[in-house]
Each structure stands twice: as C-alpha cells, then as structure tokens.
C-alpha cells in the first residue's frame, strides 16, 4: 500500500432523481406520482440544494463525488435542471465529480429495444415529454469531471480521474448491455490498464459505479438479481485481485457498508449510500489515508420548498413511512392509492380488483391488530409483553425504514427479534402445511432466519459511521 502523508477527503452523494419542476408538479397526474411512496419528487431540487448547502459548510473538503441516477426518469427538462444544480454547487466551490446510470437517460442507440418513457402532468393527465439520449448525456454531465480525466473509455463513458496527489478515482458506468448493468471485456481490461497506470505512479486507486458490487443483504439478489452488478461475485474477485479493493455504490437505496473476503485473500469493501431524494437523506462525509477509511454520515436539517422551511428527517421520514401506512390505508379506503403504491414495486393490479373485499378486510387487520394479539392468535409464546400493545404495522414500517437508512434498532436479546423470529419460523410451518415442502427443509430455514437477520440486526460494520483498513 502507497504510504501518502495527505488524506484524501471528500463527499457522496447518489441517486438524486432530481425532477424539473417545469414538467409540472400539481394536479392529479402529478399527485399520483409524488404523493406514494418514498420519492420525494417535487422535493427533489430542494433536498439537493440543502445537501449542497450542508457541504458548503465545510471549506476543507473542496470535493464532491455524485453515482448516478441525478435525473428522475431521463426527462430532457429534469437532465437540464440537475445539471444546474450541480453546476450551482461547483461554481459555489465544490469540485463536481459525477457519473450517470440509467434513469438518466430514455433510449440508447446501440439497444433499439431499451426505450423508457418520460412524462410531464398537467391536471389530471401524464403526457409523454421528450426524453434524453444516452448521447446527449456529455452534454449535460461531463463538465463535472469527465472533462479532466486522465483516461476515457469511449464505448461505456467511464473514466479515471486524479482527484489529488497520489489519488485516483475510477468512475464506472455500468449502464451495460441495454438489459444488464456491468461492464463488457474491452471496460475490464481498461480499468485492469488504470489500475497498472496508478500502481505504476504509485498513487492509491478506488472506484465509484452505481449498481452493487457486493449485496446489501443476501434477500437482495434473490428478489432482485437485475439491480445488482452483472456477474458481481467475479467483478469483486477480480477487482481485489487486481488490488482494486474499495468501491462506493448506489442503486439500492440501502445505507450500507458490506464486505467479502476474496480468493486473492483481500477483502473488498463496497459502500453503499442510500437516495439522496428519499429519508434519511444522506451525505457521505469519507476519508482515506494510508489504506484507512473512515466514513461519517450527514444530514442537511432542513430545506426550503414553495417558500416554506420543512425539516428534512421528519418529511422524509413521513413519506418514507407512506410506503407501508399509505398501503394499508389504501387498502381499506382507495383501492386507486394501494395499486398506485404497489405499482412502485411493480405489482399490477389485477390481483386487487379480483379480491377486492379480501383485500379491504386485510388492510382492516393490517391497520389494527397488535403483536400482543398475533402472538395469542398464532400461539407464538414469544415473550413480548414489553411490546404488547405495539401495532404490527409500526414495527413493520421501522423494521422497514431501519434496513434502507442503516438505522437497526432491533437486538437479538429484544422483544421485537424474538416476536418476528417467531413469527418467521410460524410461517414457515403454515406453509409446510399447506404443501410448501420446502419450508419444512433445515437449509431453507437456516437461509430464511439468516436472511431475517440480515435485516433486522446490525451489521459488522455501521451503515452510518465506520473505520476499516484496506488489504494490501
């Protein structure tokens, strides 16, 4: 490892899904959109303007790193107003680092196939607007860093970047092959070159890409393999390999910091952040000096939206909450709002207009019952009298919240473990007895308890602030 006597210091900031208000932010189309679910879309340019803010309060670190997904949905008119943004924070004094992914853009040439709409809402209508090419995107972006790059490589638009003496930054688009995120053989065997090239000036080398290397939890690849890194396992072991061991990543909205213990002997450590437009909103704050990395989290308190001081945690943490709350609340009272949450998770609706008086009752139970009641009802004997009177929904919805804002606040010695642990392991024999052979199967179990856990404990390394040493 190269022995430099100057720290590295800068911020990360990722998945901003800045919305351009022009596109229109009132009415019942736009509501639709912006009033389910974690996004704060219309909040979106305020939220970064308070996070541009909250850096600017620290002069000594002049350097800002953004990982993709700045725009929405690749509207024109949102690329046009993050650009913006990012422009009014490195005019302020900030030295803009940034790669793009693929909600910035509408359509590739190279994949015909891949074309993703984007819409502005006037009153009660979504309208189709004009998107962005993946072409276009220098245009916007590349003023923020790609403009001083060391090296380029053309076809996936990544690039190397010295941020400071003795340190390099691999910016990694992975936006992939129109179906997958990753990179094809020619990107490998450059970013193999750069590593060479940094090892050769003996300057430290790490990287930014957008999708995770390492999964934030083992659920994830599972139920969503497609938002991982394509061929992940193989990119972390190479890339350790090659002396390539830190990585910061976004994508899944998860606040994470995960490891693996590589073939070569290295651990490779990937840093995930959660979305800047969505609670906890936050700031990565990272230092790095003689193969140390220490990482805090900030948090701008408050922002500024038609005229009015909001503080940032609590309207967040609201919407946040919506996604469980305002499902419920749907269920029981608009069958529109609950297929509006759901479609964010890409459930249809069918399901909901076939069952529609099973649907409403369970949104009934869902909104009322407590643990005390589903512990007597199931016979779970699991010992939570502290938590009693606890709704099932509130435990669910900051059981929820914790996993994405890297905020565990269940123990292994709580009520709250031992009740959902329970209630896991209840499920299962249920299933077995409906003829899910599977749930009766002792690996399966192990896998599902190791998943819960996974979940709702600690991990080794704090998602918000930790230090950790680099293998050499």
């Not at 189309?29 to 879309?41: E, H, M, N, R, W």
């Not at 999708?211 to 992940?232: A, C, G, I």
């Not at 308190?301 to 038609?306: G, L």
């Not at 943490?317 to 709350?325: A, G």
Request: with cysteine; net charge neutral; aromatic share 10%.
């Amino acid at each position: 490892m190269v022995v430099l006597a100057e720290p590295l210091r800068f911020f990360l900031v990722t998945d901003t899904h800045i919305f351009g208000q022009t596109l229109g932010t009132s009415g019942a189309a736009f509501q639709k959109l912006d009033a389910y679910g974690s996004t704060c879309y219309k909040a979106s340019g305020a939220l970064f303007d308070a996070a541009a803010k909250r850096m600017l309060e620290s002069p000594e670190i002049d350097t800002v790193l953004v990982c993709g997904d700045i725009s929405s949905n690749g509207e024109y008119l949102s690329n046009t107003e993050a650009a913006k943004h990012l422009e009014a924070l490195q005019n302020a004094g900030k030295h803009v680092v940034a790669i793009t992914a693929t909600h910035d853009y509408t359509s590739d040439d190279r994949f015909p196939d891949r074309v993703i709409s984007s819409f502005s809402y006037a009153g009660e209508t979504a309208v189709p607007a004009h998107g962005t090419k993946r072409t276009e995107l220098d245009g916007f972006y590349q003023k923020f860093g790609k403009q001083q790059a060391l090296s380029v490589h053309d076809a996936s638009g990544s690039y190397c970047i010295r941020l400071k003496d003795g340190y390099r930054l691999l910016c990694l688009n992975d936006d992939g092959n129109g179906v997958n995120c990753g990179y094809d053989e020619t990107c490998m065997n450059w970013i193999f070159e750069n590593i060479e090239a940094a090892r050769a000036a003996g300057d430290f080398i790490f990287a930014m890409t957008h999708h995770p290397v390492v999964p934030p939890s083992p659920l994830y690849p599972m139920v969503s393999k497609r938002d991982m890194l394509l061929d992940y396992e193989t990119v972390a072991d190479t890339f350790a390999a090659w002396g390539l061991t830190l990585i910061f990543t976004g994508h899944s909205h998860i606040q994470c910091i995960r490891s693996r213990k590589t073939p070569s002997g290295r651990t490779f450590y990937d840093v995930g952040t959660a979305a800047l437009v969505s609670y906890p909103v936050p700031i990565r704050k990272v230092e790095i000096q003689n193969g140390e990395v220490h990482i805090e989290t900030l948090h701008p308190e408050t922002f500024k939206m038609d005229g009015e001081t909001y503080n940032t945690l609590e309207y967040t943490k609201k919407r946040f909450d919506s996604t469980i709350y305002g499902a419920i609340d749907g269920a029981r009272h608009d069958l529109d709002r609950l297929a509006a949450i759901l479609n964010g998770l890409s459930i249809g609706r069918a399901g909901i207009d076939a069952h529609k008086r099973l649907v409403r009752f369970a949104g009934f139970v869902a909104d009322k019952i407590t643990v005390g009641a589903v512990d007597r009802l199931l016979f779970l004997h699991s010992g939570v009298r502290d938590i009693r009177k606890t709704k099932v929904k509130d435990l669910f919805a900051a059981c929820f919240r914790g996993f994405y804002a890297g905020e565990r606040f269940v123990r292994e010695n709580s009520a709250e473990y031992r009740f959902l642990r329970a209630l896991t392991l209840r499920a299962l024999g249920l299933a077995k007895m409906a003829g899910f052979k599977k749930a009766g199967d002792t690996d399966f179990k192990e896998l599902i308890l190791q998943i819960l856990d996974s979940v709702l404990l600690p991990p080794p390394l704090d998602p918000n602030t930790a230090t950790f040493r680099l293998d050499q």
